[in-house]
């Protein structure tokens, strides 16, 4: 694992604050002291390495939304709260997958987390939808679009990249595709 | 106004890339058009959209390098709870030990049948009560029926259901027999050496001990005459030469042996076990000693063991005379005399043979 001499177990501050300065050193530390924790707990109960992986990073992505979007408060120790993230989506997959036996080996204290998870799920359904749209959409329109709205370049580059003899004839060509996204991405249910 | 240049003038606004001129004319706009004030929110909600689904999957990609870290094979291996052996083996194996186990319970019980294991137990002891054949009573009954004018009084030819022995006891008329032999009997008749059959009842018996105590209540008896054995109190030892006489079938037949055990059939102290040949009609006969002394009385055999019968111990046959009632006991006074002692077998016999008969019983 890491090698480098602070890497152990980020104070719950520190893990915040780097969340909020999108620290790249902290979120690894944070990544690497709770992994093993949740591994445990999946793989004994019925999962697998790679079902450990998913929920654990999907319970990271649920502390990074809750922290960047202001409003985490820690009410436990941030070990706790990982933890009982976790667990709670780990009970809802295996009950998806039918393998729910009605009893859950613990590793460590909980709390319940419900809400939580629940607005994490509407905000991946939300996701998967833009994703899909945007892959329907084709080329050039995604990478128009990835370009001009994630990666945050203007539209003097982008006219130069794909060639474009002149940035009105991009930008119309960026509408165009941003109303196709659109029409796409709300034609999905 | 176009579509575009609408949606151009709206990512223009949001971003704060209009002069102060152009801003206030399209916040009028706003405010007025009810339709581009949606649009304004839905685009900037959209737009937003898309920037979080960037960071989202700028993030998993952040993830996803520092999973790649991790040494996930040899945590894993170090977390995992290993249940114990034998746990981990029934996980593993469980179908084919399930499998394994009923092939190993069918083949005990298919050797357990076919060797005769699983026939009851009790099968093996076997009460020596002749019981005569169901084809043999219907002929019988045809010749009883052609035969019915000869019968003279006091002699019966009708076949019996069930057959034993039974000896004298006393001089006036007392018989004694196994319990089992007379058991459910509507009548029961004695039948002597010499052919001639008496009406008897059942006056005492002790089902415990299987010994039965009949009385000779036929007008044309008389008396025995003096009996020439005696009845031992005390056990007799193992080893000791025996014999008795019975009727297996219709003649009277010797059976010598030895006495084996001092217990019976699964340890019964109630009677001995005696190595002799005994058939079915041999119950209740008299067991008795090389002296003459009745020891005991046969009632049972082991069915898979070759001559290995059994007999109550005459100590239990004091005992049962002793239990009878005044009222029914009457003139019954048990022999002391022995005058067989110093007599050959032959001479024995030919001396006993009279006091020993065949029961007949009949329960129609």
């Given amino acids: 694992m890491s090698k480098e001499l602070n890497s152990g177990i980020p104070t719950d501050n520190e893990v915040i604050l780097g969340i909020l300065n999108n620290s790249d050193s902290v979120l690894k530390r944070l990544y690497i002291a709770y992994f093993p924790m949740v591994l445990q707990l999946i793989i004994n109960n019925n999962g697998s390495a790679d079902d450990a992986k998913d929920i654990y990073q999907e319970a990271i992505i649920v502390l990074y939304n809750k922290v960047k979007t202001g409003d985490f408060e820690l ?15 780990w009970l809802k997959r295996l009950a998806q997958m039918n393998r729910y036996g009605g009893d859950i080996k613990d590793f460590q204290e909980y709390l319940s987390v419900d809400d939580e998870t629940e607005k994490n799920n509407e905000r991946d359904i939300q996701f998967n939808k833009m994703g899909s749209a945007l892959q329907l959409l084709g080329e050039p329109c995604k990478t128009i679009i990835e370009d001009f709205y994630i990666n945050n370049r203007s539209m003097q580059q982008i006219c130069e990249d794909f060639g474009y003899t002149n940035a009105d004839n991009a ?12 029409k796409l991405f709300f034609q999905q249910n | 106004m176009s579509d575009n240049q609408l949606l151009e003038q709206i990512e223009r606004y949001l971003n704060g890339e209009m002069s102060n001129d152009e801003r206030a004319r399209f916040e009028v706009l706003r405010s007025e058009n009810a339709d581009v004030n949606k649009k304004v929110a839905e685009h900037k909600h959209f737009v937003n959209l898309i920037k979080q689904y960037g960071e989202r999957l700028e993030l998993e990609k ?5 999973h790649s870290e991790i040494d996930v094979h040899s945590l894993e291996e170090e977390l995992m709870i290993h249940p114990s052996w034998i746990v981990s083996i029934w996980r593993n194996h469980h179908s084919k030990i399930s499998v394994a186990a009923s092939i190993a319970i069918f083949a005990v019980l298919c050797t357990l ?14 009460k020596l009560k002749g019981e005569v054949e169901q084809i043999k009573l219907t002929t019988s009954k045809l010749n009883s029926q052609v035969n019915g004018l000869k019968r003279s009084p006091g002699r019966n030819s009708n076949p019996a259901n069930f057959r034993g022995t039974g000896f004298a006891i006393s001089s006036n008329g007392y018989i004694v027999t196994d319990y089992h032999v007379i058991k459910d009997a509507d009548s029961v008749y004695i039948q002597g050496v010499d052919g001639k059959s008496y009406r008897t009842k059942v006056i005492y018996s002790e089902p415990g001990a299987d010994i039965a105590v009949l009385q000779i209540i036929d007008p044309s008896f008389k008396s025995f005459g003096p009996i020439p054995y005696a009845f031992k109190k005390a ?14 079938r219709d003649a009277m037949v010797l059976g010598p042996g030895f006495l084996t055990a001092s217990t019976g059939f699964r340890g019964d102290t109630t009677q001995y076990q005696v190595s002799t040949p005994v058939d079915f009609g041999n119950s209740g006969g008299p067991l008795l000693d090389s002296k003459g002394n009745v020891i005991g009385i046969i009632n049972a055999k082991e069915t898979h063991v070759e001559g290995a019968a059994f007999a109550v111990k005459s100590s239990y046959l004091l005992k049962t005379i002793q239990d009878i009632p005044d009222s029914l006991k009457g003139s019954l006074n048990l022999n002391s005399k022995n005058v067989l002692a110093n007599l ?18 009949y329960n129609q």
């Fill in chain 1, 171 to 182: 930008k119309t060509q960026k509408y165009k595709c941003l109303q196709r996204l659109k």
């Fill in chain 2, 113 to 126: 049948f076919f060797t005769g294991y699983l026939n009851n137990h009790e099968m093996n002891y076997v």
């Fill in chain 2, 344 to 361: 050959s077998r032959v001479q024995q016999i030919k001396k006993m043979q009279n006091y020993v008969f065949m029961v007949k019983v």
């Fill in chain 2, 62 to 66: 952040r993830l996803n390098a520092l």
């Fill in chain 1, 75 to 89: 009410s436990s120790k941030l070990k706790t709260y990982i933890y009982s993230v976790c667990r709670r989506l």
């Fill in chain 2, 235 to 248: 056990d007799t030892d193992i080893g000791e030469n025996v014999f008795t006489i019975g009727y297996p």
